[in-house]
């Protein structure tokens, strides 16, 4: 593997913790909305090593969750089931706000990684540079 296919693999690995790191980002935030489909469902990143023209790449796919959503008992809710199984319980977004924080730590974590992967490739280019000057 030479010097530039690692500059490109560790870029798209930066690239897909950006994409983890903005999903988790997203259902912290989204964690208590209703969309016009109802209770937001949540949404997960799926980080996948591939072969591009470039070598490998990490790349990054965006689903979303097959997670049911819970239910939160509020019969005063105007969001409330008014009959059958749930009634007077509130669907709520199956989003944990403590999960969604260690995926973003991880992601933070794999970006940084990748980061001092380039600065290492960088440093080895630029020495290898320094000792073929005259």
Do not use: C
């Not at 690692?6 to 950006?18: I, N, R, T, V």
């Not at 007077?88 to 944990?96: C, L, Q, T």
Request: aromatic letters at 6%; charged letters at 25%; zero cysteines.
């Amino acid at each position: 593997m030479s010097e530039f296919d690692l500059f490109h693999l560790a870029g798209s690995g930066m690239e897909a913790q950006h994409t983890a790191l903005a999903v988790a980002a997203e259902n912290i935030a989204s964690a208590d909305a209703w969309t016009p489909h109802g209770v937001y469902r949540r949404k997960v990143a799926e980080l996948s090593l591939v072969d591009g023209p470039f070598g490998a790449e990490l790349h990054a796919r965006v689903r979303l969750s097959r997670q049911d959503a819970r239910w939160r008992f509020d019969p005063g809710s105007p969001r409330a089931e008014r009959g059958g199984v749930h009634r007077g319980y509130v669907a709520v977004s199956p989003v944990d706000t403590v999960s969604e924080m260690v995926a973003m730590l991880g992601a933070e974590r794999g970006y940084e990684s990748d980061a001092a992967v380039l600065d290492v490739v960088k440093s080895g280019i630029s020495h290898a540079l320094e000792v073929e000057r005259p």
